[in-house]
C-alpha cells in the first residue's frame, strides 16, 4: 500500500473522556503505524465538554492542553500534528494555514461521526469519507429531506453536507439486510467497524489477569443521549434508557454483582434498589489510561444499546465492547444484528431477552477463562486496524468524487 496523507477527524479534546479518547485516536493511531502521513483535526463548532463542572464551555483552553498532553502518550508521532479550533474561533496546535495546505494535498480526509464541521478546505482532500458511528440518528432525517419535508434549514443544511462527501461508511453493519430499518435511500452505505490497536490492550500493567480482576460485570454508559431520537415513517426511536428498564430487574438474577459506571440523569434510588452498583461515569473515564484500567479490571461487560439501534436492527457493535474484548474480557451485549458480520456465543454473548441475558451470564460464570481467549481471538481476527483500516482505505480511495460535493454547506 502506498504512503497516503490522511486527516483524522473526532471528538477528543471536544469530550475529554477516556472512552471518546479510544474511539477516535486509535484511527488516528492505526494509520500512523500503517506507515501514512496523519494529521489529526477537531474542529467542531460545538461547545467543549468541562467533565469536572458537568457542563459546557466555551472557551477550549483546558480541552487543548488535555489534548496535547495526552495525545503523545499514544502516538508520539503526532505529539505536533493536531490541530483543534472552539467554537469561538480560538486554535492550538498547527497554524490554520498549515492545516488547510495539507487538507487540501491530503489523499483522504475522514470525517468520523459528523464530527467535523466541513470547511471548503476539508472538501478539497482527494477523497472525502464520513464515517457514521451512530445509526439511524444519523439517517433518520434522509427521508424527509428527501421528499422535501425539511423545514428547519440548519437541518436542511447539515444533511446536505453529509451527502457532500465522496464515500460513506456506517457501523451499522447490517444496513443491506432486508430486516434492516435503517433508511437506504441516497447513499450507498458501506459496512464497516472500529479499529482497535490490540498492542494497546495487552501486557504488563495493561491486562489484569482473569483470576485477579473483581468479580463483577461493568460498563461505562450515558442514560441518555443529549440529542432528541429520530422518527421514521411514523416510528420514534429512542437511548438507551428505555433498554436498560427491561432488564432492571437482571442484578436479583444474575450469579454476579453487576456494576454501571454511569452519568446522565439516571433513576439512582429505584436502580440501586433493583440491585445494580452505581459509579460516577467521569471518576473511572477521567483519562484514557484509568478507562482502560477499569474494562481491564472487569470479569465481563453487560451492556445494553441505544433503542434506535435495536429496534432497527442496525448490526451497530459499540466500540467500548471491542476494547473489552482487545483485554481479554468478555461481553455480553444487546443484540442489534451484528451477528451479521460478528461470532457470538463464546467471547460475545448476545442477549434481546431477560432469560438470554440471565443465561449469557451464567455461560460466562461457567467458563470465563475460556470466555476471555475468545474474546481476545474475536478482537484480533474482526477488529485489529490491520485488517479494519486497509479495507476501509480501499473502498474509500476506489470511488469517484460526487458531484454533490459542490453543495453549500454550513461553513461556507
Not at 496523519?38 to 480541552?63: H, I, K, M
Not at 460498563?219 to 431520537?229: C, F, L
Not at 440501586?272 to 459509579?279: F, N
Not at 482502560?292 to 465481563?300: C, E, F, K, P, Q
Request: charged share 25%; net charge neutral; glycine share 8%.
Amino acid at each position: 500500500m502506498s504512503r497516503l496523507r490522511i486527516v483524522v477527524t473526532g471528538l477528543a479534546a471536544t469530550y475529554p473522556l477516556g472512552g471518546v479518547f479510544w474511539d477516535y485516536l486509535q484511527y488516528a493511531l492505526g494509520f500512523v503505524r500503517l506507515g501514512h502521513e496523519v494529521l489529526y483535526l477537531e474542529d467542531t463548532a460545538r461547545w467543549c465538554y468541562d467533565p469536572e463542572q458537568s457542563t459546557f464551555v466555551e472557551s477550549g483552553e483546558r480541552n487543548a492542553a488535555y489534548l496535547a498532553r495526552e495525545l503523545p502518550k499514544l502516538v508520539p508521532e503526532l505529539r505536533d500534528r493536531w490541530f483543534f479550533r472552539d467554537i469561538g474561533g480560538m486554535t492550538w496546535g498547527w497554524d490554520w494555514h498549515r492545516v488547510a495546505e495539507f487538507c487540501r494535498s491530503a489523499d483522504l480526509f475522514i470525517n468520523i461521526s459528523a464530527s467535523c464541521h466541513m470547511r471548503e478546505e476539508y472538501f478539497e482532500a482527494g477523497r472525502v469519507a464520513f464515517i457514521d458511528s451512530d445509526p439511524m440518528y444519523t439517517q433518520g432525517l434522509i427521508p424527509d429531506y428527501t421528499a422535501g419535508k425539511v423545514a428547519d434549514p440548519k437541518l436542511r443544511a447539515q444533511t446536505e453536507m453529509m451527502l457532500a462527501h465522496d464515500v460513506f461508511f456506517t457501523f451499522g453493519e447490517n444496513i443491506n439486510a432486508a430486516d434492516c430499518r435503517i433508511p437506504r435511500m441516497l447513499v450507498d452505505w458501506i459496512p464497516t467497524r472500529q479499529p482497535i490497536v490490540n498492542e494497546c490492550f495487552a501486557g504488563a500493567g495493561i491486562e489484569v489477569p482473569p483470576a485477579a480482576r473483581r468479580t463483577m460485570l461493568t460498563t461505562v454508559m450515558s442514560w441518555e443521549p443529549a440529542e432528541k431520537g429520530p422518527v421514521v415513517e411514523g416510528v420514534a426511536y429512542t437511548g438507551k434508557s428505555t433498554e436498560f428498564m427491561r432488564f432492571l430487574e437482571l442484578p436479583g438474577r444474575s450469579p454476579i454483582a453487576m456494576e454501571i459506571a454511569i452519568s446522565g440523569r439516571p433513576p439512582h434510588q429505584r436502580l440501586r434498589a433493583a440491585g445494580w452498583r452505581l459509579v460516577d461515569a467521569y471518576d473511572v473515564s477521567r483519562d484514557p489510561w484509568i478507562y482502560r484500567g477499569y474494562l481491564a479490571n472487569s470479569i465481563g461487560e453487560w451492556s445494553v444499546a441505544k433503542n434506535a439501534y435495536v429496534a432497527s436492527r442496525s448490526g451497530w457493535f459499540s466500540c467500548r465492547s471491542a476494547c473489552y474484548l482487545s483485554l481479554g474480557v468478555p461481553v455480553i451485549v444487546q443484540d442489534t444484528g451484528f451477528g451479521c458480520a460478528l461470532p457470538s456465543g463464546e467471547g460475545i454473548l448476545a442477549f434481546s431477552t431477560m432469560d438470554e441475558a440471565r443465561a449469557a451470564i451464567e455461560a460466562l460464570d461457567a467458563s470465563p477463562l475460556r470466555q476471555g481467549r475468545t474474546a481476545r481471538e474475536i478482537a484480533h481476527e474482526y477488529f485489529d486496524f490491520r485488517k479494519v483500516l486497509p479495507e476501509l482505505i480501499e473502498r474509500a480511495m476506489s470511488k469517484g468524487r460526487r458531484a454533490s460535493a459542490k453543495v453549500r454547506t454550513p461553513a461556507d
